[in-house]
């Protein structure tokens, strides 16, 4: 890669692609944070609100717990910063549209620079956006050109599938999030749901009476999701560390074109809507049309 090529197409994101920071450091991603309302105080995700904070007031049911997209302002500041540093495009990456408003706010902010800024809606969120976003961000540091980037994006989205147990709809209820899941209240709460990201919404995939058994069934996902691909994995969860480490392990071992596997927990504005308990497993298939 020639120095001349080096950094020519900016990666941006929101804050709930739960990147690890080694690879938002090392690819020169840019994440612009999702604001967290907790008790009435507003602060940016990852950076003056944490998951064990949010998992804390979910615990507690006192305490009121929304989020907001990031600005207009926000996306426009992150822009206009790169271009002045050297950037010749920005490719922004976000959450699922269906899900928050977040890519709206970049799509406007976008319309100031005169199409150096292009908008891509993930239609997930967690990983199921992170991968995309990274896979982005190293064909730019590769020299890629901005439509190279885009098209780079825009073929992960569609390698990558997410799956997510939670222990209770009720999260997801509040916030509005449910989608299609919707049908299901009133008996859902009884139940262990096993749902995905399809379409950019949530909806049910299956129910099922255990958390064991929830799991199990997740665990039988992620290998049909897998299938004879060469894999990236990342597990999520909200407070059960524990819980998404023998998770994680299990996959390790009966997945057998597993490349790498990330486990970590999901920030504020995610946990804010699925709860603590939450396991999601995200798959990407790296050699797969």
């Known amino acids: 890669m020639s120095p001349e ?9 929101d804050s709930t692609a739960y990147l690890p920071d080694e690879l938002i450091a090392r690819y020169r991603i840019r994440v612009v944070p999702i604001h967290v309302v907790i008790g009435g105080v507003s602060g940016d995700e990852g950076v003056e609100v944490k998951p064990a904070d949010v998992a804390r007031a979910l615990r507690d049911r006192r305490t009121d717990v929304t989020t907001s997209r990031a600005t207009p302002e926000d996306f426009s500041r992150a822009y206009r910063e790169l ?15 269906k899900l928050s ?48 980037v885009r098209e780079t994006v825009e073929r992960a989205i569609r390698r990558t599938t997410i799956y997510f147990y939670v222990d209770t709809l009720e999260f997801l209820r509040r916030g509005g999030r449910i989608g299609a899941a919707e049908a299901l209240l009133g008996t859902a709460l009884a139940v262990k749901p096993i749902l995905h990201i399809a379409d950019g919404q ?12 929830a799991l199990a069934r997740l665990e039988v996902l992620v290998l049909a999701a897998a299938g004879d691909a060469e894999v990236d994995v990342s597990v999520h969860h909200l407070d059960c560390p524990d819980r998404a480490h023998a998770f994680a392990e299990r996959l ?10 990330h486990t970590s927990e999901v920030g504020a504005a995610v946990g804010a809507h699925v709860g603590p308990g939450v396991i999601a497993a995200v798959v990407y298939r790296r050699d797969h049309p």
């Open 252 to 261: 390790r071992e009966r997945l057998p074109r597993l490349h790498k596997l």
């Open 101 to 148: 408003g977040t890519v709206e706010a970049a799509e406007l902010a976008a319309a100031e620079f005169g199409g150096r800024v292009v908008v891509l809606d993930s239609t997930s969120a967690g990983m199921g956006l992170g991968f995309p976003v990274l896979s982005g961000a190293q064909a730019a540091a590769s020299g890629a050109s901005v439509a190279e």
């Open 83 to 97: 271009l002045d540093q050297g950037a010749h495009a920005v490719v922004s990456v976000h959450m699922s549209g």
């Open 5 to 13: 090529r080096a950094g020519q197409v900016a990666v941006v994101t």
């Open 202 to 213: 949530v909806m049910l995939k299956e129910k099922v009476r255990t958390a064991g058994r």
